[in-house]
């Protein structure tokens, strides 16, 4: 389709044209594909393993693990605070009376 075709389309017929070639994108990018694992799996038969077994499994991805608790509530030692994100209200409380966050440390 020439430049001076598509000028004579109207916003929808346009809107409609991009639709369909985002369509006929995706239709091919997964032909491609599908044909590129076939390819590689019969490969992979051919050499006597399992496809899988080349490329491995997915790597899960890590958890973070919770941060060790930096702080302690000197009254409640349930009460603990890692130094990471929001402080808790005993911590402002404190600091706010001139108080410094060191003085809960965890030693």
């Known amino acids: ?47 006597g393993v399992s496809l899988e077994a080349i490329l491995g499994t997915p790597m899960a991805r890590k958890k973070s ?10 009254e409640n030692t349930a009460l603990t605070w890692s130094g990471r994100g929001r402080r808790p209200a005993w911590i402002i409380e404190h600091e706010d009376k001139g108080g410094s966050r060191d003085d809960f440390l965890i030693r």
């Open 1 to 47: 389709m020439h430049s001076s075709e598509l000028s004579e389309l109207s916003l929808a017929e346009l809107k409609q044209l991009q639709k369909d070639i985002a369509r006929a994108l995706k239709t091919v990018e997964a032909r491609r594909i599908s044909e590129a694992r076939a390819e590689l799996e019969a490969k992979a038969q051919e050499l």
């Open 65 to 74: 693990m919770p941060a060790e608790p930096k702080y302690c509530h000197p």
